[in-house]
């Protein structure tokens, strides 16, 4: 066994070799293969989500039929929704009948949120709505690299004020390059005024719709606990917006963290839904991105972090071009 690896020595990486045989090989120069690719994703600057994602693709890193038949005797390694071929990430990604239907829709892929809904809720793809996200987050990056090219940051959607009387809830979820999920929620009044900052970093990956469902639950949360309790609460995602205005209803995770989101909503005096672009939602989006890996969650109510210290002032009326 000592001749598998290349020092002559033993390692459990050549026991590994010598178990899986071919297999490992083949994972080896594939990984080789992509490693160009990976790069080119990488040095892109993308959002973290999309590094993570690309990178386990790369990598062979999803849990296909394909890669669990490697560990799993007599697993079935027949896509359980085309039925048609082998489930590889290629497969998923690009030629079964659910990434058809999306890449038709946009020249975009989603990843494998739709697929795993389908396969373990049951909750069939519509590649429409499913676009919608992937399209506006696409919208909203050009008209940011734009601004940073020729033009100048006034010119971005600003926060707008909530009417008097009320304070203006901002909600932004993400996903973290270590493959945390993440959450950032800020409370403002009808002047403008921080009445509370919050922030939470879990170790856990969260699909994006999921992320900005939970981020919205957690600010509900944490603003009813701080006495607010007429509120107008605002997301940079349109699919929730529109999920949560037409009281949307199913049995899926998304459903029963909209669920929940309904529950705490109907114990505030009063609510109200808005949706902002993300040149709106800033600072909620710098908060889910500000807590290092050893905080889980913190609530600021002065001093806040620094890295939305001038995105609050420039959103102050005050300030408006």
């Known amino acids: 066994m000592k001749d598998l690896e290349k020092n002559g020595e033993y390692s ?5 070799r010598a178990i899986c045989g071919e297999c490992l090989d083949e994972n080896e120069a594939a990984s080789s293969g992509n490693s160009s690719l990976r790069n080119k994703i990488w040095n892109a600057n993308p959002l973290p989500r999309i590094k993570i994602f690309f990178k386990r693709a790369c990598r062979g890193a999803f849990p296909t039929s394909v890669e669990l038949g490697k560990r799993i005797q007599s697993h079935d390694v027949v896509c359980s929704l085309c039925k048609a071929a ?3 990430v290629l497969h998923c990604l690009r030629d079964c009948v659910v990434a058809k239907l999306i890449w038709e829709e946009c020249e975009l892929d989603l990843g494998r949120g ?26 909203e990056m050009q008209k940011e690299d734009n601004v940073g090219i020729g033009g100048s940051s006034s010119t971005r959607q600003k926060w707008k004020l909530p009417p008097e009387g009320l304070c203006k809830l901002n909600v932004d979820g993400g996903s973290l390059e270590e493959g945390d999920a993440s959450a950032g929620a ?9 009445k509370m900052a919050a922030a939470w970093r879990v170790e856990e990956c969260w699909e994006p719709a999921i992320a900005e469902a939970k981020a919205m639950l957690l600010g509900l949360r944490a603003a009813m606990d701080c006495g607010h309790r007429k509120l107008e609460v605002e997301s940079d995602c349109l699919s929730l917006f529109t999920a949560i205005k037409s009281r949307e209803r199913g049995g899926s995770s998304l459903h029963l963290v909209l669920d929940d989101i309904y529950h705490v909503s109907g114990l505030l005096d009063f609510v109200s839904w808005s949706f902002t672009r993300r040149e709106g939602n800033k ?4 908060l889910a991105h500000c807590l ?7 609530v600021w109510f002065s001093n806040f972090p620094s890295c939305i210290v001038s995105l609050l002032e420039f959103d102050l009326p005050m300030n408006e071009s």
């Open 292 to 298: 290092s890996r050893d905080t889980s969650s913190r």
């Open 12 to 16: 459990v990486r050549s026991a590994y």
């Open 186 to 194: 800020v409370v403002r009044d009808a002047a403008g005024v921080v």
């Open 283 to 286: 600072v909620a989006h710098e």
């Open 86 to 88: 082998e489930e590889t």
């Open 114 to 139: 739709e697929r795993n809904r389908w396969i373990f809720e049951g909750e069939a793809c519509n590649p429409t709505q499913s676009m919608e996200y992937v399209l506006k987050l696409v919208k």
